[in-house]
């Protein structure tokens, strides 16, 4: 059975204690059971995304076993998160379109608890609470995406480019342009949108934008292990800031804030303790990434 897991997941660099001993266990079990009744991965996201927003309703009221409820949702619905991505790899049904429904799960989860905290402390808060989650918000997006992106990264070094979902605004342009409104229009505008989330990762990593086109141009896609392993070593110790950026260390905090009837404190840990890592993650990563494209260029 272990064996089994680990063979749906990435890879064991970019996994999470608590991931790996709970929801990837308990998302391959759902995988098993959903594969045998011939459900897709994306249906599976999209069930967890109408838990997760359920879950975040529970959080708009104050009583507490209401708000435990919800806590139990949102621990389901990441169980089918996992799950969709353990499905998608078992079967081979992974789509760009997965994806994106994937990595917008989350958001539209966090949009929910986000709103409730808002309607719930307005009492005491009056509007400015709507101010404060639009700050947090607009951080939270930045997190969860630069930590996807350095976790892909790791995964196009560690694993070579099939392996990884590592994408390239300049390929993701071109196939955007191929596409019509007219004749491509849902796909068009998933493209548009997955082309500009793209863009939001890449303006923060111009040192490691310049390290893949020296890359590229040296060595025609074919990047040889001691780059790759030199790579490996420096990225390695970021993974635990990505994956802390991503959802269990969120939770723990937001689920404290519930159990001490403060939930404004999560937004605080959001923009004080969240965005220190993310600073310290873009800040370690360009760094070496700046050391490795000098290298390459001398």
């Not at 001993?21 to 308990?26: I, K, Q």
Request: proline share 3%.
């Amino acid at each position: 059975m272990k064996r089994e897991i680990e063979s749906t997941l990435k890879s064991m660099d970019t996994e999470e204690f608590i991931d790996l001993h709970f929801y990837r266990p308990v998302g391959y079990r759902w995988a098993l059971f959903f594969n045998r009744l011939g459900v897709s991965p994306n249906t599976v996201t999209l069930i967890s995304i109408v838990i997760g927003v359920a879950a975040g309703i529970c959080f708009y009221f104050s009583t507490l076993k209401v708000n435990v409820f919800g806590m139990l949702l949102l621990v389901w619905a990441n169980s089918y998160d996992s799950a969709d991505g353990q499905l998608a790899r078992m079967t081979g049904r992974r789509t760009p379109i997965g994806r994106i429904l994937d990595g917008a799960s989350g958001e539209l989860w966090f949009i929910a608890i986000y709103a409730a905290i808002c309607f719930r402390l307005m009492p005491l808060w009056g509007n400015w609470i709507w101010l404060l989650a639009a700050v947090t918000g607009f951080c939270h997006s930045k997190q969860a995406a630069m930590a996807d992106y350095y976790r892909n990264i790791h995964l196009h070094f560690l694993k070579g480019e099939s392996e990884s979902e590592l994408s390239d605004t300049d390929i993701l342009r071109k196939n955007y342009r191929k596409l019509t409104w007219q004749r491509d229009g849902i796909l068009k505008g998933v493209e548009y949108f997955y082309l500009s989330y793209t863009a939001g990762q890449e303006a923060w990593a111009p040192n490691f934008r310049r390290m893949m086109g020296l890359l590229r141009a040296k060595y025609r896609g074919d990047i040889p292990g001691h780059f790759r392993a030199a790579f490996r070593a420096k990225s390695l110790p970021l993974m635990k800031f990505a994956n802390m950026l991503s959802f269990n260390t969120r939770v723990i905090a937001l689920f404290l804030a519930l159990f001490i009837g403060s939930p404004w404190l999560y937004f605080v840990f959001e923009l004080t303790v969240l965005n220190g890592m993310l600073a310290y993650m873009v800040f370690t990563h360009e760094r070496f990434c700046k050391a490795f494209a000098k290298q390459l260029a001398s």
